[in-house]
Each structure stands twice: as C-alpha cells, then as structure tokens.
C-alpha cells in the first residue's frame, strides 16, 4: 500500500510516512482537480481522528477530522488531502493519477477483511497504539 498526501508540515515528526514536503501548488499538475477531490473524499474510512486541520499553504480552508484516512485498497490518505487538491492544485505522484484516471474517477470495491487490514497497518504506520483484541481474528482464534 501507497501513502500519498502524508507531508511533513501535517504532523509532529511521530510517523516515518510524513517524509515528504507539500509540493507547490499547481506546479505541472495534469489532472482534473473536480474529479479527483471528489474521488479522495469518498474513499474507504480506515482511521477516524477528531482534529481539526487547517490549510497550511494559504489558510484557504478548514477540514473536520482532516488527519483522518482513507483509502481505495492500493492507496491510504489523509482526508484533507482532497482540499490540498481542491484548493491547490498539488502535485500528486503521477501513478497515483494514472490509477484514479484508470478506475474512472471511482473508489474501486474493496473486500471488508482487505479493509480491516489496511486499518491495522495505517494506525501501526501512523503511531497509533492498537488494541490487539479488537484485531481481527481467525477462526481457530475465536473462544466460545
């Protein structure tokens, strides 16, 4: 899985993901911004965080729970991500586009256990303490 839209400006330093800078905004971007931020805020929920971020480029916007990540199954992000698009205009990592482009501006259907997955490894990537009972567990696991 692909982390994309994880800047370094957006947090404390406490996660390796928030390794890159926020690109300059509009700077050879090819996408069609609409299309993409509505494609970003209708991503899978996997990480619900009650934060309120704000633009750190302009102060143009204010984003509920913008820490928050989505995901399509091959990419996790941060919820404000599609404001930085919006707004902005950011440069995305061109896979990244060509795979949104490819599945049609549409949040491909993911199976809920790849969900759950991708859940555990966002909050383990970002820091997050996990409880390991609420994981998710095999059958051969499960007590009466």
Same mark, same amino acid.
């Given at each position: ?9 957006? $947090?404390?330093? !406490? =996660?390796?993901?928030?390794? @890159?800078? %926020? ?6 971007? !090819?996408? &069609? ?12 929920? *996997?990480? @619900? ?5 704000? @633009? ?7 984003? &509920? ?10 990419? =996790?992000?941060?919820? @404000? ?7 902005h205009r950011i440069?995305? &990592?061109?896979?990244?586009? +060509? ?7 549409? %949040?491909? =259907? ?9 859940? *555990? $490894? *966002?909050?383990?990537?970002? +820091?997050?303490?996990?409880? &390991?009972? =609420? ?10």
């Amino acid at each position: 899985m692909q982390f994309i839209g994880f800047f370094r400006e957006l $947090t404390n330093g !406490n =996660a390796d993901v928030y390794k @890159d800078g %926020i690109p300059s905004p509009g700077s050879g971007v !090819n996408y &069609p911004s609409a299309e993409v931020s509505r494609y970003l805020r209708s991503g899978y929920p *996997v990480l @619900d965080v009650m934060e309120l971020t704000t @633009d750190m480029i302009g102060g143009s916007f204010r984003v &509920p729970g913008g820490s928050s990540v989505l995901t399509d199954g091959s990419h =996790a992000w941060r919820l @404000d991500l599609a404001s930085y698009v919006q707004y902005h205009r950011i440069q995305l &990592p061109q896979d990244f586009v +060509n795979f949104i482009r490819d599945h049609r501006y549409r %949040i491909p =259907a993911v199976k809920q256990e790849t969900l759950v997955e991708i859940s *555990v $490894t *966002v909050a383990r990537e970002l +820091n997050f303490r996990t409880d &390991p009972a =609420a994981g998710p567990r095999s059958s051969a696991t499960v007590r009466p």
